[in-house]
């Protein structure tokens, strides 16, 4: 009998076995994604779209770079601070002091032209603003361009060549103290100059003349990427000088 009973025991265990591989076919197999589908695509979290002014009729003129496409040049933590923090802080408070002003419907070139020095602070801040939106379309994100035939012939006449002409701003930024820009400019006898402006002037309110290329000297510009190294600072920006824009800004006088 107890044999019988081991014997069915045995029965019912390969019974129960065969039935669980039967139904081997009714599972699902699921596939295990790819490493690839996880890897999530990285993104900057300094996008300039997102720089913009309260209010008023002065915005934010895009740059024609990303941050991250001039790391040669600026760290793009520094560059998104100086566009998003200090330039746009300026334009702000420009909209801010035109604002139920006769200049509110001017251009910020014909503010410039009309401000009289009793007005300074309209004149400091639409000088800040204009210094800054000429300075970004000075740089360029890659370092090929060149002076055209025109410009060329400027440079080679008042400089002497290309290369003095790059020593000269080299030479000037480095000795120039305190805040202020670095004008590349025509005056108004035709000779191409370079002339430091101190704080926010600019060539438009000194009717110096027309205005090419422009460097900014003020700290803020250099001192995080560069510490306080004025002269790694220009030889860093030099390859970058937008000739392109000098070459549109001496043809559309």
């Given at each position: 009998?107890?044999r ?18 039967g ?9 295990i ?25 002065f ?5 024609s770079?990303q941050?991250e ?10 560059l ?5 923090e ?14 139920n ?14 401000v ?7 004149s ?5 603003y204009?210094?800054?939106n ?12 060149s ?41 108004h ?10 704080n ?10 027309k205005p090419?290329?422009?460097i ?11 510490k ?14 937008n000739w ?10």
């Amino acid at each position: 009998m107890k044999r019988i009973k081991s014997f069915n025991l045995i029965l019912y265990f390969f019974v129960v076995l065969a039935a669980a591989c039967g139904k081997k076919s009714e599972r699902t197999e699921v596939e295990i994604p790819k490493r690839e589908t996880f890897i999530v695509e990285k993104k900057s979290v300094l996008g300039q779209e997102k720089v913009k002014t309260k209010q008023g009729p002065f915005d934010m003129p895009p740059l024609s770079f990303q941050y991250e496409e001039v790391e040669d040049l600026f760290k793009p933590e520094d560059l998104a601070f100086h566009y998003g923090e200090f330039h746009l802080n300026y334009a702000n408070r420009l909209n801010t002091a035109i604002h139920n002003s006769p200049f509110v419907t001017d251009s910020i070139v014909g503010i410039l032209t009309k401000v009289t020095p009793a007005q300074a602070e309209i004149s400091n801040l639409a000088g800040a603003y204009y210094n800054h939106n000429f300075f970004w379309q000075s740089i360029h994100k890659n370092t090929t361009t060149s002076p055209n035939a025109n410009l060329s012939a400027l440079i080679t006449s008042n400089f002497g060549s290309y290369n003095n002409l790059k020593a000269e701003i080299l030479r000037i930024s480095v000795e120039f103290e305190g805040s202020g820009w670095l004008w590349l400019l025509v005056d108004h006898r035709n000779n191409l100059t370079l002339i430091p402006t101190e704080n926010n002037a600019n060539p438009l309110t000194l009717r110096l003349g027309k205005p090419l290329l422009v460097i900014d000297l003020w700290e803020h510009a250099y001192l995080s990427s560069y510490k306080n190294d004025k002269e790694k600072y220009i030889k860093a920006l030099l390859p970058h000088l937008n000739w392109e824009f000098a070459n549109f800004q001496l043809e559309n006088k």
